[in-house]
């Protein structure tokens, strides 16, 4: 509904337990009509067959396909309706209000606005397309539209402004009819970032657009739409911002105001605000949902006598309460991720007091969750509320963007799986319309690096390339505008850090959209990312000169290096300058391929030969002959050998060497930031030192990935320490316990200890290569391809490995078993077994003997 491309491509899964079964050809049909066969094995976005899709054009779309030359094609799938947004600013016409109401103190209040019109027959469709400068929530005859939070999200507002499409034929009536809205400051006014933030970043004044077209029986159409004659009032929502949090008065709710016969005489009238139709533009991927509900699992008394309540997970979401009392009763809701000595542990939070508060209208039993405001948080204190707290009174809403899951795992060690849960909830409560960095404090920038080392695993876990195509479409838009890559992106100048090129954060508009290509095939997202990616990389190589080396300006470096002072988180170990020089090899080599790719024979040359030029000055300034490095340390081995900066075997094998020495100096401890730790594992495993990683990986002393866990994290830390070994937080101010960036091993996990891994862009064919290894005895992955869903699962037992494969039809897989002379080996689909003599030594890795399928 709503969308935005005129050539929308089709994507299909096949149902079969056919072995081995592949798709030969396809046909597509179009509002009934086939469009012809197609010989094709090719299911995953295909292009559209039929003329371009016009503003408001609806089409029904059926696939059918074949398989074997000589047999029949299946039947035709259920139709599926597909119909375009608003194409082209010339059709809107609505204007965008905003209430004439007097100025508030801050946070602001949020306002109400109402607009009656009578329908003049029966009506067989009607859309309602909207927008707004600010947050909003719309209502049609006192019914909520639609179930997004905190539309329309954030974007690059003057670049581009995303709007929403819904079907509301169902919620008219005959005769007289309301259209309302609510509306607030949110990220275009309210406050936003952190060491104070700035308010006004987009503009001074909030605005509604609302365009409500009626398709009446007789074929004519009639546009409701805001603009002269909405009328505008104060809402029961006092202040609210999204740090500061909601106080919501229902002694001043006024019920009935979006539905006909509401006495709107008192209200306030509204004026048209500048806004450019030219940025609107229709979303590529689900908005914000209440996805979840959680119940408090204790309710605790703190030592100084507070009701608090826990609800077992740290999430991204707002509390929702159903309560009876007096009139005039204030209900205070106080959010915290961690209790340090037995009280909420506010600290970390900074400026954002995360404060929701509801003030009862004594009006029977009140049910409330707040509207325009987001807490991250596990902990919730209750002050105020009436009696004694019975179950279900209080009950936590996940909030995130409603993407799809697509990836699992799962093992024999709980530790292991609990942090692969951490994981999970971290993306979760940050993949909250951009990918940002923490819920909770005053911060939740979508910064570039974090999800550039996460975005392998991000893929992994959730259909989210939609969303990510929109933020993508935001850093193109203000690199353009600012000349490079923010180091996170919407940009808003804090005056703290300067807008110019930074490794491994700016490269993200290089690492990002290629993820996205080999974790999805989708060649289109290459193409429009092509001169983004392209700018990056010319920027940074002028930056490097003729030397080709990347050794100045402002660096973050391999932040948050355990070493680190807390207050001083960028003096890592490894010489910044080392991670620029490497980040920059790596962007150019990935500029090249994408080139190639897209037929772009002259960049190609271009810049492998660029990529080449900075390989070989990173070996001269920062490798040693025999192959060490210049930094001695974890992260800069990892650049080296995934990055592929260390030529020959024998310099190779000795930067191998001395990695695991490091790892095991440092007692397999985490020695690694930002930039190292997403690589340690890979470079372990690729220079054959796969008990090293598996003793990394599961290691319960602090600094580790379990550490968390053992501490009853149940989401990623910023830091590794976040939580002191004696129970209390981390002194420094910058200590967040939900960032996903450290979590981005587990996309080690998932192509390494389960062994499920793309062996071509889109997982049209896999490479199944379990290692197992430590003190686990089984894993299993899966995850939803575009063809279907592929997994793998592994045991050992009694001196013997059995593995089962299943990947989906149209694909292929190449299984990989170390030790066995015909290794490897070819599958189709289906699901296969195999079982092999396993050596259960120190060296778990092993596999001795000829595998044996079992069907």
């Known amino acids: 509904m709503g969308i935005g491309l005129a050539r929308p491509r089709i994507s299909w899964n096949v149902a079969t337990s056919n072995p081995g079964w592949a798709q030969t050809a396809y046909e597509i049909q179009l509002d009934g009509v086939p469009q012809g066969r197609v010989a094709s094995a090719d299911s995953h976005l295909r292009a559209w067959p039929g003329s ?36 082209e600013p010339a059709d809107w016409t609505a204007a965008m209000i905003a209430p004439d109401l007097p100025e508030a103190e801050l946070p602001r ?47 690059s507002y003057g670049h581009r402004l995303r709007y929403r499409t819904h079907d509301v034929t169902a919620l008219l009536s005959d005769g007289d009819n309301v259209l309302g809205g609510w509306l607030a400051d949110g990220w275009y006014r309210g406050r936003v970032g952190f060491e104070g933030g700035r308010r006004h970043v987009y503009g001074d004044e909030i605005g509604l657009v609302a365009q409500l077209e009626l398709r009446y029986q007789d074929g004519t159409v009639e546009t409701v739409a805001t603009g002269a004659g909405w009328r505008s009032a104060p809402s029961p929502i006092a202040s609210v911002g999204l740090y500061e949090g909601e106080r919501h008065d229902a002694r001043k709710n006024q019920p009935g105001w979006s539905a006909p016969g509401f006495d709107d005489t008192s209200w306030q009238s509204v004026h048209a605000i500048p806004y450019d139709p030219e940025t609107l533009v229709a979303p590529t991927g689900p908005p914000v949902r209440g996805v979840e509900i959680i119940e408090p699992v204790e309710v605790l008394t703190s030592p100084s006598g507070k009701t608090i309540l826990d609800f077992g997970q740290n999430i991204a979401g707002r509390l929702r309460i159903t309560v009876r009392g007096e009139t005039g009763r204030v209900i205070t809701l106080r959010h915290a991720e961690v209790l340090e000595h037995g009280e909420l542990g506010v600290r970390p939070l900074r400026t954002a007091t995360s404060v929701d508060t509801y003030i009862l209208s004594g009006d029977g039993t009140e049910v409330w969750e707040p509207r325009f405001t987001l807490h991250g948080f596990r902990y919730a204190q209750v002050d105020g509320w009436p009696g004694e707290l019975a179950t279900g009174d209080v009950v936590a809403v996940v909030c995130q963007t409603d993407m799809e899951r697509s990836g699992w795992f799962t093992s024999s060690d709980p530790l292991l799986d609990r942090f692969h849960d951490n994981v999970l909830w971290s993306m979760r409560g940050n993949f909250v319309d951009i990918p940002t960095d923490c819920p909770q404090r005053d911060e939740r920038m979508g910064w570039t690096g974090d999800i550039q080392v996460f975005a392998p695993t991000a893929a992994y876990l959730y259909s989210c390339t939609g969303m990510l195509e929109s933020w993508l479409a935001d850093l193109a838009a203000e690199q353009e505008q600012y000349g490079t890559v923010p180091v996170y992106v919407p940009w808003i100048d804090l005056g703290i850090f ?37 700018a990056w990389v010319d920027q940074i190589t002028e930056r490097a000169g003729d030397a080709h080396l990347w050794d100045s300006g402002f660096q973050l470096g391999d932040w948050l290096d355990p070493t680190a002072p807390p207050e001083r988180p960028a003096e890592a170990r490894t010489d910044p300058a080392l991670v620029a020089s490497a980040y920059l090899v790596r962007c150019t080599t990935i500029l090249a391929d994408t080139a190639a790719l897209l037929d772009r024979a002259d960049d190609a040359l271009r810049y492998k030969d660029l990529a080449e030029r900075a390989r070989e000055a990173f070996d001269t300034e920062f490798l040693s002959s025999s192959g060490r490095m210049a930094s001695d340390t974890q992260t800069a081995y990892a650049l080296g050998l995934q990055f592929d900066l260390i030529e020959g075997a024998d310099r190779r094998a000795r930067a191998g060497r001395r990695l695991v020495e490091l790892v095991r100096a440092g007692g397999h401890r985490i020695a690694t930031g930002f930039v190292g730790t997403p690589l340690v594992c890979d470079a372990l495993t690729s220079v054959g030192a796969i008990d090293d990683a598996y003793q990394l990986l599961l290691q319960t002393e602090c600094p580790s990935w379990l550490y968390a866990v053992t501490m009853g994290g149940t989401t990623v830390w910023e830091r590794w320490d976040s939580i002191l070994p004696d129970g209390s937080i981390h002194p420094g101010e910058m200590t967040s316990f939900n960032h996903y960036a450290l979590g981005a091993v587990a996309d080690w996990i998932h192509r390494t200890v389960a062994g499920l891994a793309p062996g071509s862009p889109g997982y049209r064919h896999m490479i199944i290569q379990p290692l197992p290894g430590g003190r686990l005895t089984q894993a299993r992955a899966a995850h939803l391809t575009p063809y279907g869903l592929a997994e793998v699962s592994w045991e050992r037992a009694h001196g013997e490995l059995e593995l089962t494969v299943q990947i989906p039809p149209s694909t292929t897989a190449t299984v990989h078993l170390p030790g066995h002379p015909d290794d490897p080996f070819e599958i189709t689909a289906g699901t296969h077994r195999f079982t092999c003599p396993f050596r259960d030594a120190d060296d778990d890795r092993v596999i001795t003997a000829n595998p044996a399928p079992l069907g």
């Open 109 to 155: 209040p949020a306002a109400l606005l109402r607009h009656g019109f009578s329908l003049r027959g029966p009506v067989v469709a009607a859309r309602l397309y909207s927008t707004a400068h600010g947050v909003y929530e719309l209502e049609l005859n006192g019914s909520r539209v639609g179930d997004d939070v905190l539309a329309p999200g954030w974007t």
């Open 498 to 534: 300067p807008t110019e090129p930074t490794a491994a954060w700016g490269d993200a508009a290089v690492i990002v959209p290629w993820t996205l290509y080999e974790r999805t095939g989708d060649v289109e997202l290459l193409s429009r990312q092509y001169s983004s990616m392209k």
């Open 52 to 87: 371009p899709l016009g503003s408001r054009d609806r089409r029904a779309v059926a696939v059918r396909v074949w398989g074997a030359e000589q047999a029949p094609p299946t039947a035709w799938s259920d139709p599926v309706v597909v119909e375009a947004g608003l194409l």
